[in-house]
């Protein structure tokens, strides 16, 4: 199987890499051994928690952050270009990179935030939340959302809060079973006439409030049953990020391969690449678990892994490596500092990944490999937590990563 460009790893940094290269004429194919990141998104693409003036400052100084590799005259085109990706793609976010907003986190904490998708209760500032009269709406027996938190978090900032709970019989059946109660199984349920009864009851339950907040549990293919909610209730009503599997996180990635396959491009889940063929620099051929006497070949290929979540890096006692190529690391030797020794303290590990020179090309015991890009989380030297960095290297480095392969601009001005 021939193609122009082959990328490993199908979560965001793939499909923004491969939409790119699809939209300009590639033939292209992305090969996935399961669910990415998108699955657990929070609802918010993060840039960096210290705002955007801060990233390009950090572009131009420090050497070893992804966001230097694409550089700074490059960042600004990506990020203003990143929303309109996702709409074609049906994901409608708001934000703006020039300025963070907030999010609200499952605990009810405010996080600075890049784009989010569009039902999530979002603020501009801190001060905007000062006066406003919430309800927040619980599902009985679902465990994976903490309104008293979301609450408590909203008050800090001067909210009036109510808390209240909605039983319905259909969610009542899945309740049964303590393990049915997820977020995805109360989204198939959430539709026709029980989105209807839904909307009834928390329609009797406002009070005064002007803003009504639920789990973000609807609509796990489309927006649709969200908007058909927010028509029937006819007031402002947000979600919240839950503490599981997240439902918009697997409607955006839905989309995104939907669009990846509308521009042409082949999306092959389930199916691990396992070894590979090269030739004088160059990768030549990929194989995988259910394809091991054929050889998948192309003339560019973009590795999009991410990190130890999704084994884009894998770990031994004795080290920690990048486990389809093996390719050159940027780790520490020693496992006493590899983590740090209190939970919430910033965590070495989460830095450590592939190096790249400034074309985002890795190394394989010191000798180059011209033709394999590397982007998103399995690339080093960010740290998605501290820095609040994530979907924002992954894109940057995926739209990069295109324009290397292409020669010329996937985005304009
Ligand atoms: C649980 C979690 C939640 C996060 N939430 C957010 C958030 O809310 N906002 C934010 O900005 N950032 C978030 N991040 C940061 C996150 O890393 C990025 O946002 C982003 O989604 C990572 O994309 P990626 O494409 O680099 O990797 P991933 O999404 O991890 O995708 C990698 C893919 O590669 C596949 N793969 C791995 N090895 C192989 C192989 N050998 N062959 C074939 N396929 C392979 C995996 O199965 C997986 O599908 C989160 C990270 C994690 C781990």
Redesign the pocket.
């Known amino acids: 199987m021939r193609y122009d460009t082959l990328i490993?790893?199908?979560?965001?940094?793939?499909?923004v890499s491969g939409i790119a290269l699809a939209r300009n004429g590639q033939r292209v194919a992305i090969?996935?051994?399961?669910?990415?990141?998108?699955?657990?998104?929070?609802?918010?693409?993060?840039?960096y928690a210290d705002g955007y003036e801060a990233i390009v400052k950090l572009a131009e100084s420090h050497s070893d952050h992804p966001y230097n590799s694409v550089g700074s005259e490059h960042l600004e085109r990506y990020l203003g270009a990143t929303k309109e990706i996702f709409e074609r793609a049906g994901v409608a976010l708001v934000g703006d990179h020039r300025r963070n907003h907030l999010r609200l986190s499952p605990t009810g904490a405010l996080r600075p935030?890049?784009l989010t998708m569009s039902e999530y209760v979002t603020f501009a500032s801190r001060g905007e939340i000062e006066g406003r009269r919430v309800l927040v709406v619980a599902l009985e027996g679902y465990l994976d959302f903490y309104p008293e938190f979301v609450a408590a978090g909203l008050e800090r900032c001067g909210a009036a809060c109510r808390v209240v709970s909605v039983g319905l019989d259909e969610l009542a059946r899945l309740r049964e079973s303590a393990t049915e109660m997820r977020a995805a199984n109360i989204s198939r349920v959430l539709v026709g006439p029980v989105l209807e009864r839904l909307a009834h009851k928390v329609r009797g339950l406002i009070e005064d409030e002007e803003l009504v907040l639920l789990p973000a549990v609807f609509g796990l293919e489309s927006s649709e049953p969200f908007e058909r909610f927010r028509e029937l209730l006819g007031s402002d009503v947000r979600v919240v990020?839950t503490a599981s599997a997240?439902v918009p996180?697997v409607r955006m990635q839905r989309l995104l391969v939907e669009e990846f396959t509308r521009l042409g491009g082949d999306y092959i889940l389930g199916?691990?690449?396992?070894d590979y063929r090269a030739e004088e620099g160059r990768i030549v051929a990929l194989r995988?678990v259910k394809h091991r006497d054929e050889e998948f070949t192309a003339d560019n290929f973009v590795l999009?892994?991410?990190?130890f979540?999704?084994?884009?890096l894998d770990s031994t006692p004795e080290g920690i490596f990048e486990?389809?190529f093996g390719l050159d690391i940027s780790a520490a030797a020693s496992r006493e500092e590899w983590t740090a020794r209190h939970i919430l303290d910033t965590q070495p590990f989460q830095r450590f990944g592939v190096k790249v020179d400034g074309h985002l090309r890795p190394t394989i015991d010191g000798g180059e490999v011209h033709n394999l890009h590397v982007?998103?989380?399995?690339l080093a030297g960010a740290d998605?937590v501290k820095e609040?960095?994530?979907?924002?290297?992954?894109v940057a480095t995926?739209l990069r990563a295109a324009e290397e392969i292409l020669g010329h601009r996937v985005t304009r001005e």
């Open positions: 490993v790893g199908g979560g965001l940094g793939g499909l090969i996935s051994a399961g669910r990415s990141a998108l699955h657990f998104l929070s609802g918010s693409l993060e840039l935030a890049w990020a997240s996180g199916d691990r690449v396992t995988t999009s892994t991410g990190s979540f999704s084994h884009g486990p389809l982007v998103g989380a399995v998605p609040g960095c994530g979907a924002g290297v992954v995926a």
